[in-house]
């Protein structure tokens, strides 16, 4: 069974391969609510991910704050493998 820590696992390790810099944000009391499971900077371009495992939706609040990042502009959305970030990035570089 793929669980959420081994999908962002995978995801950290290609963006650190493609020149990223990225962190694992936690939740907790002393986390914001809503922040994305992954941030972090390519080429520029902040990142902001929602890593859910398939078939999960993101909460009220995870959207809230995606698209706040989106119109910051941030790469910013909701994955749930490598493949769905490697889309995304190629839509936002050469979109």
């Known amino acids: 069974m793929t669980t959420e820590k081994s999908i962002v696992d995978a ?6 391969g493609i020149g990223a810099k990225t962190y694992k944000m936690h ?6 609510a809503g922040a994305p ?3 972090g900077a390519l080429k520029g371009r ?3 991910l ?3 495992k398939p078939g999960k939706d993101t909460t009220p609040i995870q ?3 995606l ?8 790469i910013s ?8 970030v490697k889309n995304l990035i190629e839509g936002e570089t050469h979109g």
């Open 11 to 16: 995801i950290r390790r290609y963006l650190k």
């Open 27 to 32: 939740g907790g009391p002393h986390g914001h």
């Open 37 to 39: 499971d992954i941030i």
């Open 46 to 48: 902040f990142l902001a």
């Open 50 to 52: 929602e890593v859910k």
């Open 63 to 65: 959207k809230v704050e």
């Open 67 to 74: 698209r706040a990042w989106a119109q910051a502009g941030a």
């Open 77 to 84: 959305g909701r994955v749930e493998s490598v493949e769905e």
